[in-house]
């Protein structure tokens, strides 16, 4: 056996190794002393709109700076949510596969330690304040990612304006038994499969409820209506005819599948002198959607069992606010469910100017108004078109 170049070898190998570590480190020392990007502190003009009189002190700012996505860690375990929520998910599963379930949450539970806090000492204490203070609420901002401290009987003056529109009706009593009766019925007659069906029927279903978004990008803040439909008698079946209308969803030109194709469409046009850009405000969408239009779209798309329970979907538009249950007498249902069925048509707004109004809405708040001023169109013109989008087409 040759020793010599043995020794040799590893030598070699030895500082080949000792290179590569040495350099490693040395980028490893050099990335530590690089100079890192300063992070710009937010501007909690932006992030915290204060719409009170009352003067938020630091600890309080701070706080609601992180945003209402932002979770303060537990002093505790709390064990109860936990076993619950498991107890919740675990109740249609067979005995035995639940049983493991709950024997492995166990062992997870009595190792787990509480987190590491993630809040200051006064920051949790303001978080108390602003708890005790029931003549406030702390809302999402309708856009912008901002916070909005609002007082209580403001929030309820302006939901009660929206709702005096005649497109509300208030209703005598609670018709969610009604409505969740119907449903099954319904499933009951319509060819769905029936292991699809046992997870279309409400399962204590609650009554759809009511709240609005500041949009504080307007003057006055006026308030966005939103309908949560989240456990409601028609929620499961909406999201599964949604997946029924998929597939024939996008098959038209004027079809947006979202801003970036918008911007797509737009990058692709190329304007003459003669040409204006119209911005249109939608003031209420969903409730000035024709239903009969909407149901003889579908007609042609589905058998009479399908249209049916679309029907029954479109037709639910009962909420709850404020202990008090209303009905939506035009239109459709413009809760999370129904939304997502309803097409929304475009118009030749004058003889003269072909424009094309793209109208973006999120989240079902929204007739576009009269009156709105168009650089480069008479008045009347102006009118006419508004009257045309509103109206259903040209008049």
Same mark, same amino acid.
């Given at each position: 056996m040759d020793w010599d170049y043995i020794d040799r070898a590893t030598t070699a190998n030895g500082e080949l190794l000792l290179r590569k570590d040495s350099e490693r480190q040395k980028k490893k020392f050099a990335r530590l002393n690089s100079t890192k990007a300063i992070r710009t502190p937010l501007?909690?003009?932006? *992030?915290?709109?204060n719409l009170t009189d009352t003067e938020l002190d630091e =600890? *309080?700012? $701070?706080?609601? $700076?992180?945003?209402?996505?932002?979770? /303060?860690? /537990?002093? $505790?375990? =709390?064990? *109860?949510?936990f076993i619950g929520g498991i107890e919740q998910a675990v109740r249609k599963l067979p005995g035995e596969a639940a049983e493991e379930v709950r024997n492995e949450v166990t062992m997870v539970l009595k190792r787990a330690l509480p987190p590491k806090s993630n809040t200051f000492k006064e920051e949790r204490e303001a978080l108390q304040a602003l708890r005790r203070k029931t003549d406030i609420m702390v809302l999402p901002a309708d856009k912008g990612n901002a916070t909005v401290i609002m007082k209580k009987e403001e929030c309820h003056s302006k939901i009660r304006e929206v709702l005096s529109d005649t497109a509300y009706v208030r209703l005598s009593r609670d018709p969610t038994d009604a409505i969740m009766r119907k449903t099954s019925e319904l499933l009951k007659k319509a060819?769905? =499969?029936a292991e699809i069906t046992k997870h279309l029927r409400p399962q204590a279903p609650a009554p759809p409820r009511l709240y609005g978004l500041p949009k504080n990008h307007k003057t006055g803040a006026p308030l966005r209506p939103i309908v949560s439909a989240i456990s409601s008698p028609t929620y499961n079946l909406a999201k599964h005819l949604t997946s029924v209308l998929s597939p024939h969803v996008g098959c038209c030109e004027n079809h947006l599948r979202n801003s970036a194709d918008f911007v797509k469409i737009l990058d692709e046009i190329r304007l003459e002198e003669r040409d204006i850009l119209v911005s249109l405000d939608v003031v209420s969408l969903f409730t000035r959607v024709p239903l009969t239009d909407t149901l003889r779209l579908l007609e042609a798309k589905f058998d009479a069992t399908t249209v049916m329970l679309f029907r029954h979907v479109l037709t639910s538009t009962y909420f709850l606010y404020d202990g008090q249950y209303f009905e939506q007498a035009d239109g459709v249902d413009y809760s999370g469910g129904a939304r997502r069925f309803t097409t929304l048509r475009?118009?030749?707004?004058s003889p003269k100017k072909e424009v094309m109004v793209a109208i973006y809405n999120q989240d079902g708040s929204g007739v576009v108004e009269e009156g709105v001023r168009v650089s480069g169109v008479r008045k009347e013109e102006n009118r006419k078109g508004v009257r045309a989008i509103n109206g259903g087409g040209p008049k």
């Open positions: 501007d909690r003009s932006r *992030t915290v709109i =600890p *309080t700012l $701070s706080v609601l $700076s992180k945003g209402l996505n932002f979770a /303060p860690a /537990p002093r $505790s375990i =709390p064990y *109860t949510d060819e769905i =499969p475009y118009h030749h707004v």
